[in-house]
């Protein structure tokens, strides 16, 4: 059974910073892929970040040089460091893993889910 259970999200003013953590269960974590989707009221969810299994990151061109995304597999935890904020950032961002996640292929497990608020 795999598990995600995101935490970090909150509200933030347009310039700041927040640090999303996501906790995976089970032993898959080293050997899968892992990505941050987000999406906002009214829109489809789009992939933000993806980080291969060796460590390999891809970014979505509004979010590259703000967001970083980084996993430790010693604690079985990817993380999202989102700096300079903006309006625009303010979503739903949910945790994705699987074998391989691109801008077209996700994988099959998610987590719940955490707002996003960069707001003055």
């Known amino acids: 059974q795999v598990q995600l259970v995101e935490s970090g999200g909150g509200l933030v003013q347009p310039g700041g910073s927040l640090r999303l953590s996501c906790a995976a269960s089970?032993?898959?974590?080293?050997?899968?892929?892992m990505g941050w989707y987000r999406q906002a009221p009214g829109k489809e969810r789009e992939l933000v970040a993806a980080?291969?299994?060796?460590?390999?990151?891809n970014y979505v061109d509004s979010v590259q040089g703000r967001f970083t995304i980084s996993r430790d597999n010693t604690k079985n935890t990817v993380y999202l460091q989102m700096n300079n904020l903006k309006p625009e950032d303010t979503a739903v961002y949910y945790c994705n893993t699987g074998r391989t996640i691109t801008a077209n292929v996700r994988g099959p497990f998610w987590g719940q889910g955490t707002q996003v608020t960069v707001s003055s």
């Open positions: 980080m291969t299994s060796g460590g390999t990151a």
């Open positions: 089970g032993t898959f974590f080293r050997y899968y892929a």
